[in-house]
Nanobody, 121 residues
Framework: VPLQASGGGLVQAGGSLRLSCSGSGRIFSSAVMAWFRQAPGKEREFVALIRWSTSRTNYADSVKGRFTISKDSPQQTVHLQMDSLKPEDTAVYYC???????????????WGRGTQVTVSS
């Protein structure tokens, strides 16, 4: 089952959105789940990640203090709560699963289809 990302949409600057990612079968304790984003004409960039077994997290500097990644173990789902959104957060957001504690897209072998987030000024 491929990863499925949902929850994107159009929001005004300062608003909030909550993205969810599920699928890809059972998430094993060794997994690292991550969110990346890609704006038009730009490379895919790291946003946040969480180690499934420990819930340890890491964030890109650009989203620290505004975004929160969390997991729902019974539902095998990862969430990205995005608050205080800015126009520069506009991008397609992707969830990914890997096993390395990494901010590099190449280290993630399983990806979902993205969900569009648009923040208007």
């Amino acid at each position: 089952v491929p990863l499925q990302a949902s929850g994107g949409g159009l929001v005004q600057a300062g608003g909030s959105l909550r993205l969810s990612c599920s699928g890809s079968g059972r998430i094993f304790s060794s997994a690292v789940m991550a969110w990346f984003r890609q704006a038009p004409g730009k490379e895919r960039e790291f946003v946040a990640l969480i180690r499934w077994s420990t819930s340890r997290t890491n964030y890109a500097d650009s989203v620290k203090g505004r975004f929160t990644i969390s997991k729902d173990s019974p539902q095998q789902t990862v969430h990205l709560q995005m608050d205080s959104l800015k126009p520069e957060d506009t991008a397609v957001y992707y969830c990914a699963r890997g096993t390395q504690w990494s901010v590099q897209p190449a280290d993630y072998g399983h990806w979902g289809r993205g969900t569009q987030v648009t923040v208007s000024s």
